[in-house]
């Protein structure tokens, strides 16, 4: 079993920066990644995705441009840098593996989850 946990978030104020990690145990060969976030009274949203067997990534409309979805094999960890963050960004972030490798934009094929962190940003 693959357990993932997500670190990196906190306060941050209009216009910063935060870079949110996930760290992945258990086999995960060719596991595609996804960001996920859900926000205070919303539904579940897609926020990025890569592939860990090539270079292939995928972003939300809302965040194009602004967030940045990396990985580092060595460190079995994913990454999440978001620039020029918004108070619409305010969220609670999740990461999740999905073994077959699809790099959804839903949630239904992923299998594994993390339990999230918070990211608030606001003055």
């Known amino acids: 079993q693959v357990q993932l946990v997500e670190s990196g978030g906190g306060l941050v104020q209009p216009g910063g920066s935060l870079r949110l990690s996930c760290a992945a145990s258990g086999r995960i060969s060719n596991y595609a990644m996804g960001w996920f976030r859900q926000a205070p009274g919303k539904a579940r949203d897609f926020v990025a995705a890569?592939?860990?067997?090539?270079?292939?990534?995928y972003y939300a409309d809302s965040v194009r441009g602004r967030f940045t979805i990396s990985r580092d094999n060595a460190k079995n960890t994913v990454y999440l840098q978001m620039n020029s963050l918004k108070p619409e960004d305010t969220a609670v972030y999740s990461c999740a593996a999905d073994r077959l490798g699809r790099i959804a934009r839903t949630f239904n094929e992923y299998e594994y989850w993390g339990q999230g962190t918070q990211v608030t940003v606001s003055f």
């Open positions: 890569i592939s860990w067997s090539g270079g292939v990534t």
